[in-house]
């Protein structure tokens, strides 16, 4: 007798996980872009580290990328964008609060590019920054 309840149960639970599967792959088309898990940026000046900044990012994909695919691959532009910040630190001049947004979403976009390919992004952005430190740092000698 139970097997034949588990019998009669059996398409609707698999209907269920078909509905669920393809209720994943609507919700990730729908989405646009690959986001970027928060980073810790190295602020340095003269060599010497003075605070981290934690961004979060975003790569708009172009109409034509697949999104499953370039999600898979965040790991790698997280890991591009921090070398690149241990290279050469995104340190504004005026203000150890902040990282070189434009030269930040230009590395994060050519590395992206180099990763993936020149044509499944269409730009990058920042999402936020938040330093870790606000007080006790050097004064920028802009200010």
Not at 13 to 21: D, E, L, N
Not at 32 to 39: D, L, Q, T
Not at 86 to 97: E, G, L, M, S
Request: charged fraction near 25%; charge should be positive.
């Amino acid at each position: 007798m139970l097997r034949r309840h588990l019998l009669a149960a059996a398409p609707f639970a698999f209907a269920a996980t078909a509905a669920q599967a393809s209720g994943g792959e609507e919700k990730a088309k729908e989405e646009p872009y690959v986001n970027i898990s928060p980073i810790a940026l190295p602020i340095a000046v003269d060599g010497r580290l003075i605070n981290y900044v934690f961004v979060q990012l975003r790569l708009t994909l172009s109409p034509s990328a697949d999104g499953a695919a370039m999600r898979t691959r965040e790991p790698w532009f997280r890991d591009a964008v921090v070398r690149a910040g241990h290279r050469t630190p995104f340190t504004v001049a005026t203000d150890y609060t902040k990282v070189d947004e434009k030269r930040l979403v230009a590395t994060l976009l050519r590395e992206a590019r180099a990763i993936a390919g020149p044509k499944n992004f269409t730009s990058a952005q920042l999402m936020s920054q938040t330093p870790k430190q606000r007080s006790r740092l050097p004064t920028p000698p802009g200010r």
